[in-house]
């Protein structure tokens, strides 16, 4: 299976050398995303063939890369997940572009470099050794930003461009120190020596950080997100789709392959640090969410909200483990692997709505929007899918995901550790009030979007999207229901995936009578989908037959709700800000040091009232803007270095290899 998935992986990259010669022909874009799908598709197969017949795992080496080491890949449970997760949202993606990108202007910039870096991810999670992975993971950053500045003439997202560069940079350094510290001193790359020469206690804790540092900063964990934002809706939106539903899930891997498997066992406190960092990540990114205007920014900042969520898995995983709870360890990984699938449909589902929106109307500011579910009824309905999904309402998919999160909050008494038995409960309270939150988000971007009048003449002229992205967020919203109702298929075919990194695996799910979930026991906790899905069909049937059959048949006429407003006019309407002025008064002046200044003109005046909000990022303005003043200085001050003479550079890498010798003399 190894060698078939590399042959296709071969052709992806093969492709992005064609699409270099196709991208200004007329049938290029067909070309190129038709050929991805298929190829997508097979590594897909490929990976849920390896994934639910685990059998032993097989490597091969390819001799590229360093001449004593040469390119270690490797199949086994773990990466045959991801590579599931990656190729379905590529096959999804590659099949929303065949009709979404027609539309694009500058093709040229885009098609060589989608199917290379669709080859990136697949290669980062194939990757057996440290140098192939890094190779792998920094061709994953170059591809990705290529098509993050694909549209460069516009100034924000060339920003968005170089700061996503200097971060990927940033998260690749802490990687390749973290893997030089796990190879020690006789230099082991390849995973498989790593796995049996675990570091000491001290070398293990920076190898956590490192690793946390390294993966979160692709991942998008607070406060590394900086660059998450700014780059995910500048890029076309089916390549949003992929760096938000995708390339952060290959970020979560490339932290569960160091800590979980080359690592060796961990300590209790470890699981503190992800605990903390997954928490705040969750509620930030949810009121960071809320406060957005621009609907694809939004989504981005929701992939912050959801990053935390799975970290909060995996931190009660490593608590769990530590301890040699193995059952609860299985539980929480299950939860965290679970929410990594069920992010990348729902997350993917709406930013090919946001994307299919942003075609018809030219516009992602939700305040010139609304009234769209009447000119684009069929992709409001699969938006309304993904955002009730995405607010962990039952019964589709992101409820259960959450749900097993808070199951293995509730055993965490067992934890022996005071600093865990007040830490994860808080963590717990974080969870929830991040749902809660999210739930509130999804409303106003669903109601100010699709409901109400439209705002603009572009919203009131609006068409459906093309058949090709229909079909791709149907398809979404089909396994956000599945996945919802019959959880327990998915989370047995994770069985081989928690097993090979805790030991255990939770215990058979699909055997349960009505096809319901036990994570624990049936005393404690079960979840039936099926029977939550028949509830819902059931009394909103039987609702809707008493309404339009049993009421009155009279009937009458009168004005529409108008708020209290009999003015007619889209301006009465909520607008997104009014939707979140109670929660941005509530939490504004810590988290964002939000301002309302009001200007109330005296009586008789004739200029209008006006209320400006002002918000901060705090996280920006205290850490990256003092660091971004500092490198400008230095660079500043540097600059003179430029315009010495060839006898001055001379002296220069004398005078620094005399003090080099000095230093290493000292040393020894």
């Given at each position: 299976m190894l060698a078939y998935a590399l042959y296709s992986v071969a052709a992806l990259l093969a492709l992005a050398t064609i699409a270099a010669a196709l991208a200004a022909s007329v049938h290029g874009n067909a070309t190129v995303y038709g050929a991805s799908l298929i190829v997508t598709l097979a590594l897909c197969a490929i990976a849920l063939l390896k994934l639910i017949q685990p059998a032993s795992s097989s490597t091969v080496v390819l001799p590229i890369g360093l001449p004593w080491l040469g390119a270690h890949f490797r199949m086994d449970s773990v990466a045959a997940f991801f590579l599931v997760v990656v190729d379905l949202g590529g096959a999804a993606a590659s099949l929303f572009a065949l009709g979404y990108g027609r539309h694009e202007q500058v093709p040229q910039r885009v098609l060589p470099f989608y199917p290379a870096f669709l080859a990136?991810?697949?290669?980062?999670?194939?990757?057996?050794?440290?140098?192939?992975?890094?190779?792998?993971?920094?061709?994953?950053?170059?591809?990705?930003w290529a098509l993050v500045i694909a549209h460069h003439r516009e100034r924000d997202n060339v920003r968005a461009g170089y700061i996503y560069l200097l971060m990927a940079s940033f998260g690749t350094l802490a990687l390749l120190l973290a893997f030089g510290l796990l190879a020690g001193v006789d230099g082991h790359y390849a995973f498989s020596a790593i796995r049996f020469s675990h570091p000491a206690a001290g070398s293990a804790a920076l190898v956590l950080l490192l690793a946390l540092i390294g993966a979160g900063s692709k991942a998008g964990v607070v406060p590394l997100h900086a660059w998450l934002p700014l780059a995910h809706p500048a890029a076309p939106s089916h390549v949003s789709a992929l760096l938000s539903g995708v390339m952060t899930k290959v970020a979560v891997y490339g932290f569960i392959r160091i800590v979980f498997d080359l690592l060796g066992p961990p300590s209790w406190w470890w699981s503190m640090v992800v605990l903390a960092v997954g928490g705040i990540t969750a509620v930030m990114g949810v009121l960071y969410a809320l406060m957005q205007h621009d609907l694809k920014r939004l989504l981005a900042y929701h992939t912050v909200e959801n990053i935390g969520i799975i970290f909060i898995g995996l931190g009660l995983a490593l608590a769990f483990k530590s301890y040699d709870l193995d059952w609860a360890a299985a539980l929480a990984l299950t939860a965290g692997l679970f929410h990594v699938f069920n992010h990348s449909i729902f997350k993917g589902l709406l930013f090919f709505g946001a994307g299919a929106v942003l075609n018809a109307t030219g516009e992602r500011d939700m305040e010139h929007l609304g009234g769209l579910i009447n000119r684009m009824p069929q992709t409001a309905f699969v938006f309304l899918v993904g955002c009730l999904a995405i607010s962990a309402?039952?019964?589709?998919?992101?409820?259960?995901?959450?749900?097993?999160?808070?199951?293995?909050?509730?055993?965490?008494?067992?934890?022996?550790?005071?600093?865990?038995?007040?830490?994860?409960?808080?963590?717990?309270?974080?969870?929830a009030l991040a749902a809660a939150l999210a739930a509130a988000c999804f409303v106003k971007a669903f109601g100010i979007t699709f409901l109400g009048r439209p705002r603009t003449p572009v919203a009131e002229q609006a068409r459906e999207t093309d058949r090709f992205s229909l079909a791709v967020?149907?398809?979404?919203?089909?396994?956000?229901?599945?996945?919802?109702?019959?959880?327990?298929?998915?989370?047995?075919?994770?069985?081989p995936v928690t097993k090979s990194l805790v030991g255990v695996s939770m215990p058979h799910q699909t055997g349960v009578q009505w096809l319901s979930i036990v994570p624990i026991a049936e005393s404690r906790s079960s979840y039936n989908g099926l029977l939550v899905f028949l509830f819902v069909v059931l009394s909103g049937s039987i609702a809707a037959f008493v309404i339009h059959r049993l009421a009155s048949d009279r009937l009458r006429r009168g004005p529409a709700w108008n708020c209290g407003y009999p003015d007619l006019s889209p301006v009465t309407q909520y607008t997104a800000s009014s939707f979140a002025q109670p929660i941005r008064r509530v939490f504004g002046t810590l988290v964002f040091r939000a301002r309302e200044i009001g200007e109330m003109p005296p009586p008789g005046a004739a200029q209008p009232a006006r209320l400006t909000v002002e918000l901060h990022d705090v996280i920006w303005d205290a850490l990256y803007a003092p660091l971004e003043k500092g490198i400008a200085y230095a660079a500043e001050k540097l600059n003179v270095l430029q315009f010495f003479s060839i006898r001055r550079y001379l002296s220069l890498v004398f005078s620094a290899l005399v003090l080099l010798l000095l230093v290493l003399a000292i040393w020894l």
């Open positions: 990136a991810m697949n290669l980062v999670v194939l990757a057996d050794d440290a140098f192939t992975f890094l190779v792998s993971w920094e061709f994953m950053s170059l591809t990705s309402l039952p019964p589709l998919n992101g409820f259960v995901s959450e749900w097993l999160t808070f199951q293995a909050i509730l055993v965490s008494p067992q934890l022996p550790s005071w600093g865990l038995k007040f830490l994860v409960p808080a963590v717990g309270a974080l969870l967020m149907f398809a979404f919203a089909a396994i956000c229901l599945i996945a919802g109702v019959l959880p327990g298929v998915f989370i047995d075919a994770l069985a």
